[in-house]
């Protein structure tokens, strides 16, 4: 859209250096349009009184002015472009002119001439551009993808969302498992084993008491021998 203004400014100025009747202009004023549709021109001026208005026509490869129609002021209105043009009176000298169909045939510069005897005055000039019938298409699908584009990304971005979302909650959950287990493990009492000094005086006592029980200094008084009684009975 910027290079077609850019083009469009620069064909304005290739056309006002061409047309010494267009020197005097208030504003200039851009238009697009669309192969087929119709678009609005407005065609005004603040001076009053005026008799009637001409609306003038010129391509941006001629130096022929056209005419579009002419309206006097008790509502006479002469169409010169085989009804391809309609008007509609607000006040006047405020009119509004609408163009019908349009084709790249009705590219170029548009102004109203209003005249009030012999004295004329200009309204300002509207560049009209109109975009092809392939290029219309182009322009309206390049629209639908970057509508469907802009639907895609924001369904990427909503799912990508939702993923770092899950991710959040389950090192939530992980954290508060991890945490919950050791308040559990610091809870139960741990048993230790005893002491290795308990063991040593266990030990201690064990060997003391046997060698209380079995005295190693005892031996009978007197060696194995016979009974006298059985002595006697030999």
């Known amino acids: 859209m910027a290079s077609v203004v850019r083009c469009c400014v620069l064909l304005l100025s290739i056309c006002f250096s061409r047309l010494s009747s267009l020197a005097s202009f208030d504003t200039v004023m851009v238009l697009k349009g669309d192969h087929g549709k119709n678009i609005n021109i407005q065609c005004a001026t603040d001076k009053t009184p005026q008799d009637g208005v001409y609306m ?91 509508i469907h584009d802009e639907k895609k990304c924001q369904a990427v971005t909503v799912l990508c969302v939702l993923i770092a979302l899950f991710a959040i909650i389950l090192c939530i959950l992980g954290f508060l498992c991890v945490k919950m287990k050791r308040s559990r493990e610091s809870d139960t009492p741990s048993k230790k084993p005893p002491d290795s000094s308990i063991y040593e005086e266990m030990t201690r006592n064990r060997l003391g008491t046997t060698s209380t029980l079995i005295n190693p200094e005892y031996q009978p008084a007197k060696p194995f021998s016979q009974t006298p009684a059985f002595h006697e009975g030999l």
């Open 56 to 146: 003038k026509w010129k391509k941006i490869n001629e130096s022929e002015q056209q005419e579009i129609f002419y309206y006097y002021k008790d509502g006479t209105f002469t169409d010169k472009r085989n009804d391809k043009v309609t008007l509609h009176e607000n006040h006047f000298p405020k009119l509004t002119a609408t163009l019908k169909n349009l084709t790249v045939a009705d590219i170029g510069l548009y102004w109203c001439e209003f005249n009030l005897e012999e004295k004329k005055t200009n309204s300002s000039v509207t560049f009209l551009w109109v975009t092809e019938k392939n290029e219309t298409i182009i322009v309206h699908k390049e629209k639908n993808e970057s």
